[in-house]
């Protein structure tokens, strides 16, 4: 089960070279996001789109909020 | 979201997964950087006065007078030793003993927005809560500067001979001398808001000091899901 992390957490882990995944819809990925997150929707999350991600580094995941 | 994304990387095979669950609520709330579309869109925190006097809580009214008297201010924010929000002190409640703690005379649960609140939200949010004047916090409790119904109606009536916000994309950018990872709690004394930058470089959403966080329209489904801030 993946790990929970607050907002301290994410700014030292992006420090440390981890990756920073938005899985929103992409329209609100565009609007706003955190810099330097890159946008996989959860809908189209698979083997494919994960592709672009370094399985060797930190992955972090977040959308919007506790939903 | 968040748990079912993480949750499928992992079948996907990748061993360090990690969940920011509060998400970029959280995140734009605490004031750091935003990208997209709307990352210039004016916020509160832009035209938040920062020199706001500040006060803790154990000084008397007399030296309060002080600091409020040096800016011509009407009011004194009390904070604790790392500048997070106690209260707020307002002039016509100075008329005591000049010995009187100012404990006694702060108003505790002053009305707060976030730093990230769209600054054509202001006016709004303003009137609900029936005040000229709000605290700009961070999702943390930290002051970021005081908010005054006149400042908004300047920034509106300038923004009115700008580009339209969100007309492209763009990516807030700190000052060259701003930290871009912050310290989990500010040392004593310091002023991290000082620190932070100018126009642009932060975010921010609209709160009650104590009441809770509410996002988007004042009587929306999101403002609804009030949570606790601080």
Do not use: M
């Given at each position: 089960m993946a790990t929970q992390i607050d907002r301290h957490g994410v700014q030292k882990?992006?420090?440390?070279?981890?990756?920073?995944?938005?899985?929103?819809?992409?329209?609100?990925?565009?609007?706003?996001?955190?810099?330097?997150?890159?946008?996989?929707?959860?809908?189209?999350?698979?083997?494919?789109?994960?592709?672009?991600?370094?399985?060797?580094?930190?992955?972090?995941?977040?959308?919007?909020?506790y939903q | 979201m968040s748990a079912r994304a993480a949750s499928?990387?992992?079948?996907?095979?990748?061993?360090?997964?990690?969940?920011?669950?509060?998400?970029?609520?959280?995140?734009f709330a605490a004031g750091l950087p935003r990208e997209g579309q709307e990352a210039h869109t004016p916020r509160v925190a832009d035209i938040a006065r920062r020199e706001v006097p500040t006060c803790r809580i154990d000084e008397r009214v007399d030296a309060v007078q002080n600091h409020m008297r040096e800016g011509a201010w009407d009011v004194c924010v009390v904070v604790d030793e790392q500048r997070v929000v106690l209260g707020l002190v307002h002039a016509e409640t100075l008329d005591v003993d000049p010995a009187t703690p100012v404990e006694q005379v702060m108003q505790s649960s002053p009305v707060t927005?976030?730093?990230?609140?769209?600054?054509?939200?202001?006016?709004?949010?303003?009137?609900t809560q029936r005040t000229p004047r709000a605290l700009v916090t961070t999702s943390d409790g930290f002051l970021v500067g005081l908010l005054r119904v006149e400042d908004v109606e300047g920034q509106r009536a300038h923004a009115g001979s700008q580009l339209p916000p969100g007309s492209g994309a763009a990516k807030t950018q700190p000052?060259?001398?701003?930290?871009?990872?912050?310290?989990?709690?500010?040392?004593?004394?310091?002023?991290?808001?000082?620190?932070?930058?100018?126009?642009?470089?932060?975010?921010?959403?609209?709160c009650h000091q104590t009441n809770g966080h509410l996002e988007g329209k004042p009587g929306s489904m999101s403002a609804l899901r009030a949570r606790a801030t601080v």
């Open positions: 882990s992006l420090g440390a070279g981890a990756q920073l995944v938005e899985v929103l819809p992409a329209k609100e990925y565009a609007t706003e996001h955190i810099p330097d997150a890159i946008n996989i929707p959860l809908k189209t999350l698979g083997r494919e789109t994960a592709r672009q991600l370094d399985s060797e580094r930190p992955v972090i995941v977040y959308c919007h909020d | 499928r990387l992992e079948t996907l095979g990748f061993r360090q997964v990690y969940r920011y669950q509060p998400g970029k609520a959280d995140w927005f976030r730093p990230n609140l769209r600054v054509r939200q202001a006016p709004d949010y303003l009137k000052d060259s001398h701003i930290p871009t990872r912050f310290p989990r709690r500010f040392p004593p004394d310091s002023h991290p808001v000082s620190e932070w930058g100018t126009s642009g470089t932060r975010s921010g959403e609209v």
